[in-house]
């Protein structure tokens, strides 16, 4: 959890994209992180007095801590209620428990794609649920493997906005920019080379192939058939249009495109 402790904007930090709207995307997903005011998060913006009552070093060691007490109720999928966090986790900081469960929230939902569903609303009671349905995460084999359809997502996105087929480069690029590099061991997302390249393309997500007729070899990323089967593109944009605080209106040629090939596809 050492790494979950960062400031937010340290783990998900802007991203230097080629262009405007991945830089929308990918980029303002980590301000949005980092804001207790966020507009899509499960708890209503009104506890902005309660947040400076408290130094954000401590908000963010709170926010880690309940962050790893979610995590452990997702593996055993457990449904979870406010009263429990607050005697588990908060029991010495029960009037900040909005802002740090609105934090650890757009944490599960941004790092790990795992989103937290208000159920009953009137006993505040949550369940936490795979981003988009995904199924990756279904099986988590031991008490050290972390959720990574957050990654997966935003790695479904970069290959819809690039035209259904990402670069490698520039797949590499976006993941440098956020502390992801081939070749090294990552806290949450183990060596993401292999991941991406070994453990999701033998999972049937990610595609991963040589660009036809290059020379010298380069290679692409295009959806595998398991995540045409559990998700769309369209769903896919919709999110993280919807977690980074655009209004899908703003971008109509994305969206007519993001319909239009749904359609041919049906």
């Not at 908000?59 to 007490?69: C, I, M, N, R």
């Not at 520039?170 to 997302?189: D, F, M, P, S, T």
Request: with cysteine.
């Amino acid at each position: 959890m050492s790494e979950l402790r960062q400031p937010e904007a340290d783990l998900q930090a802007p991203v230097q994209a080629q262009g405007p709207v991945e830089a929308q995307l990918f980029g303002a997903a980590g301000e949005e992180a980092a804001s207790p005011s966020s507009s899509s998060s499960p708890v209503a913006p009104s506890f902005s007095a309660c947040a400076e009552s408290l130094p954000q070093d401590a908000l963010t060691v709170l926010k880690s801590d309940l962050v790893a007490f979610l995590l452990l109720k997702y593996r055993t999928k457990e449904p979870i209620c406010k009263a429990e966090m607050l005697n588990m986790v908060l029991r010495d900081h029960r009037d900040h428990f909005p802002v740090v469960f609105s934090r650890a929230s757009k944490c599960m939902q941004l790092v790990f794609g795992v989103d937290v569903k208000e159920v009953h609303p009137h006993e505040r009671t949550y369940v936490l649920v795979p981003t988009l349905g995904l199924t990756c995460d279904a099986v988590l084999s031991d008490g050290q493997s972390m959720p990574k359809a957050g990654l997966l997502v935003m790695l479904l996105g970069l290959i819809a906005l690039s035209g259904d087929r990402a670069p490698e480069e520039e797949v590499w690029g976006l993941l440098g920019n956020k502390g992801l590099c081939a070749g090294r061991q990552h806290c949450i997302h183990g060596e993401v080379r292999e991941l991406l390249t070994r453990v999701w393309v033998q999972e049937g997500y990610l595609e991963f192939r040589q660009v036809p007729h290059s020379d010298p070899a380069r290679y692409e990323f295009l959806w595998g058939p398991r995540a045409h089967a559990e998700t769309s593109k369209w769903q896919v944009l919709e999110y993280l249009l919807r977690v980074s605080g655009w209004d899908p209106r703003s971008l109509p040629s994305l969206c007519a495109e993001g319909v239009s090939n749904e359609e041919e596809g049906a």
